[in-house]
């Protein structure tokens, strides 16, 4: 079955960085785009960033444009969200989601993570 497993949340200092991971297995990986997605507290589900399938497009929410990377490997079955330049609005539970086709733009997701939290804080 699909299952997809963030790592490397934790607390970091305003001005710091992070890199998240998210291990996946039970599907094809290679064929579709990754997502990564926050919930911080009391609100709702929020899109943060998207990868194709193959890693040539990417796309980013206008709040971490510029200061967030997503990258995937598709021999370790692994997407990767670098973030830098962290702000405690930042602070959040981050989900990796898989899409459901291979095209970053689409915006429709099927699986997602239980989550890692981070925590931004002086």
């Known amino acids: 079955q699909v299952q997809l497993v963030e790592s490397g949340g934790g607390l970091a200092q305003p001005g710091g960085s992070l890199t998240l991971s998210c291990a996946a297995s039970?599907?094809?990986?290679?064929?579709?785009?990754m997502s990564w997605a926050l919930q911080a507290p009391g609100k709702g589900l929020e899109w943060v960033s998207s990868?194709?399938?193959?890693?040539?497009?990417?796309y980013y929410a206008d709040s971490v444009k510029g200061r967030f990377t997503i990258s995937r490997d598709n021999a370790k079955n692994t997407v990767y969200l670098q973030m830098n330049s962290l702000k405690p609005e930042d602070t959040a539970l981050y989900y990796c989601?898989?899409?459901?086709?291979?095209?970053?733009?689409?915006?429709?997701?099927?699986?997602w993570g239980q989550g890692t939290q981070v925590t931004v804080s002086s």
């Open positions: 989601q898989k899409g459901t086709t291979e095209l970053g733009y689409v915006k429709e997701f099927d699986y």
């Open positions: 039970g599907f094809t990986f290679s064929s579709y785009a």
């Open positions: 990868i194709a399938s193959n890693g040539s497009d990417t």
